[in-house]
């Protein structure tokens, strides 16, 4: 059975920095596609970024030169380097794959 857990979140002041991860098992992780989402209380979910197994990158326009996504695939693990986080950044982050597996999601606040 898939299970990705997602780790890294907590609070940060406007400005600062965050490194999310997200680690994969029971499953071929090179297979994948794995995209972080976030949802902010009473907004839909929006996708922020994502990585193929390739190690092409795209991300929303909300984030862009923002946000990093990365892989290790020797550790079946992708990351999220956030920067210069802004409140409207507040969100549960999760982690999927191939849409089709997510995880429980861990929270961020950007809060002076």
């Known amino acids: 059975q898939v299970q990705l857990v997602e780790s890294g979140g907590g609070l940060v002041q406007p400005g600062g920095s965050l490194r999310l991860s997200c680690a994969i098992s029971?499953?071929?992780?090179?297979?994948?596609?794995v995209a972080w989402s976030r949802q902010a209380p009473g907004k839909q979910r929006e996708r922020v970024a994502s990585?193929?197994?390739?190690?092409?990158?795209n991300y929303s326009d909300s984030v862009k030169g923002r946000f990093t996504i990365s892989r290790n695939n020797a550790k079946n693990t992708v990351y999220l380097q956030m920067n210069s986080l802004k409140p409207e950044d507040t969100a549960v982050y999760y982690c999927?794959?191939?849409?089709?597996?997510w995880g429980q999601g861990t929270l961020v606040t950007v809060s002076s």
């Open positions: 990585i193929t197994r390739r190690a092409t990158t």
């Open positions: 999927g794959a191939d849409d089709e597996f």
């Open positions: 029971g499953a071929t992780f090179t297979v994948w596609t």
